[in-house]
């Protein structure tokens, strides 16, 4: 068992410490950086392929890290940590042959391309360490660590000021949940002696942690993952550069919520209000995410919201106990959204700018661009045999069986809209005529290839379900729900399901038309959501708000210390009399 | 080592070394600080190194020596003498260049020494009177490097401020001791703790109130912490790092060591006085991070964080006082020893990248981590822990501060650790602004270099220990459980 320790420290470390070698590559030139970014996430990937060679049901002890408090790191290989860590590593070492072209423009700007490098592998290093830890403090470590990686990246291009805010608000609301988390992992380790997962979803827990852990998993997974009402921030954070925006949204980040919850689902099972959460919160942000995607007219808030809406499927399904559902979608949202983002990736470059009514008619030029942007829509709409059609189907039907009939009907609507809002950002970049003139600068070929294998992925990747589901089913004992072929097929094609995909697919036909009709001149069309989603359905009001008034209070606070001397002692003597008169009062002396 | 501590010999060091270092001074004016900094560090490096070789031991009484009082070595005693010594090191070094455009050396580095003797005094004491005597040698002391630029009217103002708000508290503070003399007839913790069940609650609730308002000055526990943003505006930057990094925390120390004294009537929680603690560390943790947002000034925004620190700190003396958790002992020693860390390093930085700027206005030092890049990356790092995130000692210490606290059954200190989260959440808002600013480019400024090397490398220095801390706890949390076994006589 050693090698398996052995094997998760080094998919957890190299890339970590290779970041620290950046810098040093960045010396002998813009080639030699690169090149050396480009081995060091290759090998990242290669290793986190290789954590899927050594799948086990059983933690491993890998070392004593505080032996006087009996803290140790153990880590956890199972089907559904090794997917998570795969997607990270994979899709991490994509951008990063992908950031070897894109990030020209930024480097010709003056930014720090090794910075960004560095940051990147370090980001990779501890999503794998959120995956495979099994100690909760680890976990919990690596999360904080993945929040200041998203935090640096999305404020990478510092010089503008909302990359900065977005960055900050990015921190800021992923630490709320973040507090929620440390809450719950020290409650569980002060008060039950808890200090790994596996013991958390093996041991029966006191009846009154339930709300405090519970409710502090639910927190951190709802604010990492940008579910309603933490969701405003990520897209916001579309002010990072794109490969960035990729890695979040496919690779690491929000993954690590859904994750988390998957993860920890078996402890809360017999918890009514956990199931119900899951299931209410991620349909009805589903479907919230969706109807943004369908208004929105910046290329990558559409995908931003796309991502927060497929998201709740995931959410949804875990609520549903289908665990399974929730990895397998994990894994093709990856696959489809990575793809989407590195080809509006390709656009944006191509155009030079984001707004969707400046694009149109980008076909011709983007061939290969264009292609694969199309049979990702159709993933991600559940066109079948494409991936996003098993996953999204397979989370749909355990909702319908699940008996909720609310997030049932808020997931369907929700299905529909994916189809809807795919079949118009498709139309709005490639389709119709152009309405900006201007050069479209070709694709290099870095980006041009690794958008056609991710593509291609999405394209065939449910060919991997097969494995997928025998390794969770041999290495996920307590979890469940992994359904072997035949039961696979029955799940996908009940009739249920199977209306369902049935309409989406009406309407990605009908809105083809739609759109079509709607974009024949360049018009803006005045959506009377527009300005509702502009400000993420008063999430960022919210957020606003909340900063505002702690800045007030601050002021305020501020204002009370006048700096004068008399005042100064004046409060300590009444501070005394307050305090000797309270002591007595409590004390009962008086 | 039995027979060689039988002799304070830290404490002795860092005495002896005063004189020494002001006579040095005296000797080399005008070429600079350079070797009387380099002497002042090797002394306080000896005397850390001195208390290591008894921190895995537990405390023990030597035989009275000064003046007929015992003082305690080892356990705690040795932890809070490293805390003072290793930050002394660090300010010594820094001033051997960072502070070559001042005058009167021959006063900044005795004070420097005198306040580390007080601190490391505060760790040794066994009695009450005499941890009030360190306690004053380390305060008095302070204020001289608070009044360091006597020409300049900031340095005059904090210093009067300080002073006179000190006097009230240290007056009160005293007031409270006799109160428990008179009562007792005794100084000693231990006899104290034997009759303290069987004092009348009104007299043990007033002296503990007394102590708590008095020592809570120097503590900066809000409303008390009025003199901190000015004194540590006004104190040079080594100067401001023992402020922050060594009078603060050993302040709040010295309230915990005499309210240890209490025993029964603070233990109980409906007794009134632990509850007080508990609610002024809460007030204080707030009220700290508040007063942060919108400074302009890097020194006041570090006084005012250091106001916050303090509250955490008090926050798990308080849970060990009052519902005698075993390990918030521990994690109050390590938050004192992180806070020293953090602190003492985030000064020196930001007096490095001032001297860069030219200005210590938060918006001039905007690009300066460029220009100085070690110094910035501290910082960064420095205030990226002071905020609590991993993997750094900071975190680790507010980790440890809320497992003490949900050791304990019960609403309140659940509620407590939500205001501590709540806290870290909150104190991002403006470490984070100021980290990120020092990384912007500023456009047409040419670098200075007038950040010299020595000074960054020490703040560096301070930044990887912080990391360090954050990785690999274990030596930190071993000596600090020894420390914590016996610090307030069992509590």
Not at chain 1, 369 to 378: C, I, M, T
Not at chain 1, 539 to 565: H, K, P
Not at chain 2, 222 to 234: N, S
């Amino acid at each position: 068992m050693a090698d398996v320790a052995l094997l998760a420290a080094a998919a957890v470390f190299v890339p970590i410490v290779s970041a620290g070698g950046v810098p040093l590559a960045a010396r002998f030139g813009r080639r030699a950086r690169d090149g050396y970014a480009v081995v060091a996430a290759a090998v990242a990937g290669a290793l986190s392929v290789g954590l899927l060679t050594q799948l086990s049901p059983d933690p491993v002890v890998a070392a004593a890290w505080v032996p006087t408090l009996g803290l140790d790191f153990t880590v956890r290989l199972d089907a559904l940590s090794g997917t998570v860590a795969a997607v990270a590593g994979v899709i991490g070492a994509l951008v990063v042959v992908y950031s070897t072209a894109y990030m020209r423009e930024a480097e010709r700007e003056g930014y720090s391309v090794a910075w960004y490098y560095a940051v990147v592998l370090l980001f990779m290093g501890a999503m794998v360490g959120v995956a495979v830890s099994d100690s909760l403090l680890a976990l919990f470590i690596f999360w904080e660590v993945i929040g200041l990686c998203s935090f640096a990246l999305i404020g990478f291009t510092h010089r503008q000021r909302r990359a900065r805010r977005a960055a900050l608000q990015a921190l800021v609301v992923t630490q709320l949940g973040g507090a929620g988390l440390l809450v719950a992992v020290v409650a569980l380790w002060a008060q039950a002696g808890v200090t790994t997962v596996t013991e958390l979803t093996t041991t029966p827990l006191p009846m009154g942690l339930f709300p405090v852990v519970g409710g502090g998993v639910l927190l951190a997974a709802f604010a990492k993952s940008a579910q309603f009402p933490f969701h405003g921030w990520l897209p916001d954070a579309m002010e990072a550069p794109t490969t960035v925006s990729a890695l979040i949204h496919a690779a690491t980040l929000v993954n690590a919520g859904v994750y988390l919850v998957a993860r920890t689902a078996p402890a809360f099972a017999g918890w009514p209000g956990w199931e119900v959460a899951l299931l209410l919160v991620g349909s009805f942000t589903a479907v919230l995410a969706g109807v943004a995607a369908l208004v929105e007219l910046d290329l990558k808030r559409v995908l931003a919201y796309s991502t927060i809406s497929q998201l709740g499927f995931m959410f949804a399904a875990v609520g549903a106990s289908a665990v399974f559902a929730a990895q397998f979608h994990l894994l093709a949202q990856a696959l489809f959204k990575a793809a989407l983002f590195l080809a509006a990736g390709a656009v944006i470059q191509a155009v030079g700018t984001r707004d969707l009514l400046k694009m149109g008619g980008l076909a011709p030029q983007m061939r290969a661009v264009r292609w694969s942007f199309l049979v990702a829509v159709l993933a991600m709409a559940g066109v079948p045999p494409l991936i996003g059609f098993w996953s999204k189907d397979l989370a749909l039907s355990a909702v319908l069986d699940s008996g909720n009939a609310v997030a049932a009907v808020l997931l369907v609507a929700a299905a529909v809209l994916t189809a809807a809002y795919g079949a118009r950002v498709y139309y709005l970049v490639f389709e119709g005529a152009r309405r900006q003139d201007g050069p479209v600068h070709a694709t290099p070929r870095p980006m041009a290839g690794v958008v056609v294998a991710l593509a291609a992925a999405s394209a065939v990747g449910a060919l991997l379900a097969g494995p997928m589901a025998a390794a969770s089913t041999r290495t996920l004992s307590a979890v469940g729900t992994a359904p072997d072929l035949p039961q696979w097929v029955e799940h996908v094609t009940a009739p249920s399901a199977v209306l369902v995909t049935g309409a989406a697919l009406a309407v990605l036909v009908f809105s083809w038309g739609w759109w079509r009709g709607r974009f024949a001149d360049a018009g803006d069309p005045k959506a009377p959501l527009r300005r509702l989603v502009e400000s993420s359905f008063g999430a960022d009001t919210a957020y606003e708000a909340v900063a505002e008034a702690a800045g007030g209070v601050a002021e305020w606070v501020r204002g009370v210390q006048t700096g004068d001397l008399n005042l100064n002692v004046t409060a300590a003597l009444l501070t005394l009399v307050a305090a000797v008169g309270a002591v007595l009062l409590v004390g009962g002396a008086v | 080592m039995a027979e060689a501590a039988l002799v304070p010999w830290p404490l002795v060091v860092l005495l002896v070394a005063a004189p020494i270092a002001w006579a040095q001074a005296r000797a080399t004016r005008g070429r600079g600080a350079r070797w009387t900094g380099a002497t002042l560090a090797a002394a306080a490096a000896a005397a850390f190194l001195l208390a290591a070789l008894d921190a895995t031991q537990p405390a023990r009484r030597l035989p009275s020596a000064l003046g007929g009082a015992p003082l305690e070595v080892g356990g705690a005693a040795s932890l809070l003498t490293m805390v003072s010594a290793g930050a002394l090191a660090a300010v010594a070094l820094y001033a051997t260049r960072g502070m070559r455009e001042e005058v009167g050396l021959e006063r900044l580095f005795p004070l420097l020494a005198l306040t580390a003797a007080g601190a490391a005094g505060i760790g040794m004491a066994a009695d009450l009177f005499q941890l009030f005597v360190f306690f004053e040698l380390m305060a008095v002391s302070g204020a001289g490097l608070v009044a360091y630029r006597l020409w300049s009217f900031e340095a005059i103002e904090g210093a009067v401020k300080y002073l006179v708000q000190g006097a009230v508290g240290s007056m009160t503070a005293l007031l409270g001791i006799a109160l428990l003399y008179l009562s007792v007839g005794s100084l000693d913790p231990l006899v104290i703790r034997a009759q303290a069940a069987s004092l009348p609650p009104t007299v043990a609730l007033c002296a503990a109130a007394l102590i708590t308002i008095g020592y809570g000055v120097k503590a900066g526990l809000v409303p008390l912490h009025t003199w901190l943003p000015d004194a540590h505006a006004a104190a040079p930057a080594a100067g401001a790092a023992v402020l922050s990094g060594i009078i603060v925390p050993f302040g709040v120390v010295t309230l915990a060591k005499t309210l240890a004294a209490f025993g029964a009537p603070l233990a109980d929680p409906a007794g009134g006085a632990g509850l007080l603690v508990l609610v002024l560390a809460a007030v204080t943790m707030t009220a700290g991070n508040l007063l942060a947002f919108r400074q302009t000034d890097i020194r006041r925004m570090l006084a005012c964080s250091s106001v916050a620190q303090s509250g955490l700190a008090l926050l798990a003396f308080g849970l060990a006082l009052t519902y005698g958790a075993p390990s918030a002992v521990e994690a109050a020693l390590f938050v004192v020893a992180t806070t020293a860390l953090l602190k003492v390093g985030a000064f020196l930085a930001a007096g490095a990248l001032a001297m860069e700027a030219g200005s210590p206005r938060i918006d001039r030092l905007a690009g300066t981590g460029r220009r100085a890049p070690l110094a910035g990356a501290a910082l960064a790092v420095l205030l990226l822990s002071l905020a609590g995130l991993p993997p750094t000692g900071g975190f680790i210490a507010k980790l440890f501060v809320a497992k003490a606290a949900l050791e304990v059954p019960g609403a309140l200190p659940l509620l407590l650790v939500v205001v501590l989260a709540l806290n870290s959440v909150l104190s991002l808002g403006y470490y984070v602004p100021v980290a990120m600013r020092l990384f912007q480019s500023s456009e047409g400024a040419e670098p200075r270099h007038t950040a010299p090397r020595s000074s960054q490398a020490v703040a560096g220095a301070a930044a990887a220990l912080a990391v360090l801390l954050g990785l690999f706890p274990e030596p930190l949390v071993a000596v600090a459980r020894v420390a914590g076994a016996g610090l307030l006589g069992g509590a």
